[in-house]
C-alpha cells in the first residue's frame, strides 16, 4: 500500500513560484510513475504532468509546458512540482498520483493525496 501526501501549496501573485512535494510511503515508490492533477471549484480533475518509475520521461499539459517542471527523488520516496510563472487559472487543489502505468487519465492511478491548495491572485 502506498500513501502520499502533498503540502507546499499557498497563496502567491500572479508571476510567481511554487514548488509542491508529494511524499510517499511504502518501500515500493520507486516504481510508480506518479501523475500530478488539478481540479478548480466546479470543474473535472485535470492532467498537469507525470513523470517515469525512474524519472527519465515526463509528460506536461499543454497549458503548462515551459512553466512547470515534475522532478522525483526516490532515494527520499518524493515527487516534486516546480511551477513557476504562475496565472491565476492556475489556481485549484493539486493532488499527486501513483499508478502502474503513466497515463493522462485519472482513472489509470490507484494512489491519490488528499490534495494541496494552491491560489493565484492576480
Known amino acids: 500500500q502506498v500513501q502520499l501526501v502533498e503540502s507546499g501549496g499557498g497563496l502567491v501573485q500572479a508571476g510567481g513560484s511554487l514548488r509542491l512535494s508529494c511524499a510517499a510511503s511504502g518501500p515500493t515508490f520507486s516504481a510508480y510513475p506518479v501523475a500530478w492533477f488539478h481540479q478548480a471549484p466546479g470543474k473535472e480533475r485535470e492532467f498537469v504532468a507525470a513523470?517515469?518509475?525512474?524519472?527519465?520521461?515526463?509528460d506536461y499539459a499543454n497549458s503548462v509546458k515551459g512553466r512547470f517542471t515534475i522532478s522525483r527523488d526516490n532515494a527520499k520516496n518524493t515527487v516534486y512540482l516546480q511551477m513557476n510563472s504562475l496565472k491565476p487559472e492556475d489556481t485549484a487543489v493539486y493532488y499527486c498520483a501513483g499508478g502502474r502505468i503513466r497515463s493522462r487519465r485519472p482513472g489509470e492511478y490507484d494512489y491519490w493525496g488528499q490534495g494541496t491548495q494552491v491560489t493565484v491572485s492576480s
Open positions: 513523470i517515469s518509475s525512474s524519472g527519465f520521461s515526463t
